[in-house]
């Protein structure tokens, strides 16, 4: 696999590339297949900078801040679809999280004309939402140079919140208006300038790496479960038998029963089952900052 991973941006057209409306489909194929792989390749370098963003999402949303996704076209619909998952997967409150596109609703199914230029909606967006210290806003740019996402961070800059930003391009603006830069360099796309191939899938990798590590630590995982997921269907309700089953090796009546007393919630019924009421369980999770391995393990003291 030849290496596209050099110093271009993703505009650069990359002569390799030229006539390849004229190759065979399997050829084509092939061609973006190895630039995705390439794409993780470059996520991997950047494991560092995406730890150190964890760390310092932590620090404000431990605080009560809130999860603030920022983009325009292919990187805010990222960032919109990496958020939306975060209350059904991990039972993060939507009240603690704010999704800002570009163009706004309008532009996460269709392009809205010059919506990534408009630095007055990115001023707009941040006194609108009132982002203030102990919020986190992640500002994803391809370019790095996004208008609408540059703005919308040095804005959350000055009101005190923590930024990170994420950009494909090393001289990215948007990496030196944020305290946390993570720089993936994908390089040139297979079709110039295309970012929602090799660029827009390194994004994805980084927000589902950076927003899965951030609510593993906030404890809303235990032995690889996602155990505070909202069970609003009868799949995810059978998932819930099965995490529980697995937890603490109860029958299905006993965790029917206490699935009953905690409105369906995983965390407190492990914690019915050995033992205590809904109430005091709530109790025990409040105490441990909602990490059910602590809260269990001091009631089998």
């Not at 300038?193 to 090799?198: E, F």
């Not at 690889?224 to 089953?245: S, T």
Request: charged share 15%.
């Amino acid at each position: 696999m030849t290496s596209l991973l050099q110093s271009y941006d993703t505009e650069t057209n990359l002569n390799r590339f030229a006539d390849i409306e004229t190759w065979e489909s399997e050829s084509i194929l092939s061609a973006i297949c190895d630039s995705q792989v390439e794409a993780l390749l470059a996520v991997r370098k950047s494991l560092p900078a995406i730890a150190a963003a964890a760390a310092a999402c932590l620090v404000g949303l431990q605080a009560g801040g809130r999860l603030i996704y920022a983009g325009a076209g292919t990187s805010g619909r990222i960032g919109v679809q990496d958020g939306a998952e975060l209350p059904p997967t991990f039972g993060w409150p939507p009240d603690r999280l704010v999704l800002l596109i570009a163009g706004e609703t309008a532009a996460l199914t269709q392009a809205v004309e010059n919506a990534e230029d408009d630095i007055e909606a990115a001023h707009a967006a941040a006194e609108v939402h009132d982002i203030r210290p102990n919020d986190v806003v992640i500002g994803l740019a391809a370019s790095g140079s996004t208008p609408f996402t540059l703005a919308l961070l040095q804005a959350a800059r000055v009101r005190g919140a923590i930024t990170i930003a994420l950009s494909n391009v090393a001289n990215g603006a948007i990496l030196s208006a944020a305290a946390c830069p993570i720089l993936v360099e994908t390089g040139p796309e297979v079709i110039a300038g295309s970012t929602r191939m090799k660029a827009g899938t390194a994004q994805k990798v980084v927000l589902n790496m950076l927003s899965t590590l951030v609510m593993i630590r906030l404890g809303h995982v235990y032995q690889g479960l996602m155990v505070d997921m909202q069970a609003r269907n009868a799949k995810l309700r059978r998932r819930a038998v099965r995490m529980l089953m697995q937890i603490t090796g109860a029958d299905e009546a006993a965790i029917a029963a206490a699935l009953a007393t905690t409105d369906g919630q995983v965390k407190p019924a492990v914690l019915v089952l050995n033992g205590i009421t809904a109430a005091q369980a709530e109790t025990a999770l409040r105490k441990h900052n909602g990490h059910l391995g602590p809260a269990l393990a001091e009631l089998r003291r």
